[in-house]
C-alpha cells in the first residue's frame, strides 16, 4: 500500500494557477498507476487525471483537458498536478490516488483503489 500526502492547495483568482503535489511512502510507487480526483461541496468525488506506472501517457477528464498537466517524479515518490485557467467550477478538495492499473482510476473503481489521503483546498474566486 501507499501513503499519500496532498498539498499545494490554495485560493486563487479565476485564470490563476496552482501546482498541487502528492507525496507518496514506500518504496513500490513505481509500480502503481497515479491519478488525481476532486471533490465539490455537495458533490461526489469525480476523476480528473491519471498517469501510468512511468509518467509516459496520461488520461484526463474532458472538463480539465488543456488546462491541467499531470507528471510523476519517481525519484521523488511524487506526483504533480499543474493547474492553468483555473475556473470556479474547478474549486474543490483535490486527491490522489493510486492503483495497480490506469483504468482502475479513470473509472475509480473503488475496489482497487488504494487508502486516499486528507486532500488539498482549491477555491477559484470569480
Known amino acids: 500500500q501507499v501513503q499519500l500526502v496532498e498539498s499545494g492547495g490554495g485560493l486563487v483568482q479565476t485564470g490563476g494557477s496552482l501546482t498541487l503535489s502528492c507525496a507518496a511512502s514506500?518504496?513500490?510507487?513505481?509500480?502503481?498507476?497515479m491519478g488525481w480526483f476532486r471533490q465539490a461541496p455537495g458533490k461526489e468525488r469525480e476523476f480528473v487525471a491519471a498517469?501510468?506506472?512511468?509518467?509516459?501517457?496520461?488520461y484526463y477528464a474532458d472538463s480539465v483537458k488543456g488546462r491541467f498537466t499531470m507528471s510523476r517524479d519517481n525519484d521523488k515518490n511524487t506526483v504533480y498536478l499543474q493547474m492553468n485557467n483555473l475556473q470556479p467550477a474547478d474549486t474543490a478538495v483535490y486527491y490522489c490516488?493510486?492503483?495497480?492499473?490506469?483504468?482502475?482510476?479513470?473509472?475509480?473503481?473503488?475496489?482497487?483503489?488504494?487508502?486516499w489521503g486528507q486532500g488539498t483546498q482549491v477555491t477559484v474566486s470569480s
Open positions: 514506500g518504496r513500490t510507487f513505481s509500480t502503481y498507476a
Open positions: 498517469t501510468i506506472k512511468s509518467g509516459s501517457s496520461t
Open positions: 490516488n493510486s492503483a495497480s492499473k490506469l483504468h482502475s482510476l479513470v473509472v475509480m473503481a473503488t475496489e482497487e483503489l488504494g487508502q
